[in-house]
Every structure is written in C-alpha cells, then in structure tokens.
C-alpha cells in the first residue's frame, strides 16, 4: 500500500470506485478497454488530499503507461473523461 505526504493511502473506497466506474463507462475513458486501473488526474495521487471522484478516471494498463512517460497528456485524457469512448459505443470491450 502506498501513502502520499499528506497519509492518504492508495486504497479507494467501493463507493468512490463505483461513481467512477460509472462516469467513465465501465472502462478505459480513452480506448474503451474494460481492464483497466484508477488514475488521478488533477491533482495526482502524490498532491490528493483526498480520493474525489471526480478526479479519478479509469485508464487500461497501456494508457496509463503512456500518460505515465507523458507520451498522453493529461489534458488530452481530461477532454476524454468529459465524453468517455465506452458512453459514445455504448460499450467497453476486452477480457473479462
């Protein structure tokens, strides 16, 4: 488990995971993926203060690891949340 410099630990409670999952279509805000992982967006994870859901997003491994080496923005992923490709298909797709 991972804790921040303000002790907030890395676990997200059911209740914020579900509103995420939610908004965000059931899977990865960028390519639809259904495996996906929980992102802070702004502010990371390192500056949260708490796990506001509306700052989490869901992202697969894949983009994540993008975002991660800044090869996606951030802002690109931030206009993605707002119309995730899982609400626009309808969808998300990948092993279950």
Do not use: W
């Amino acid at each position: 488990m991972r804790v921040n410099k303000y002790g907030l630990k890395d676990t997200i409670s059911s209740l914020v995971k579900r509103e995420v999952r939610q908004r965000c279509g059931f899977g990865c805000v960028n390519c639809g993926n259904a495996v996906y992982q929980y992102e802070h967006l702004d502010p990371t994870f390192a500056e949260a203060k708490e796990h506001n859901p509306e700052h989490i997003v869901l992202l697969c491994g894949g983009c994540h690891d993008r975002v991660t080496r800044k090869i996606l923005s951030k802002d690109t992923i931030k206009m993605r949340s707002l119309n995730p490709i899982c609400n626009q298909k309808g969808f998300s797709f990948g092993p279950f």
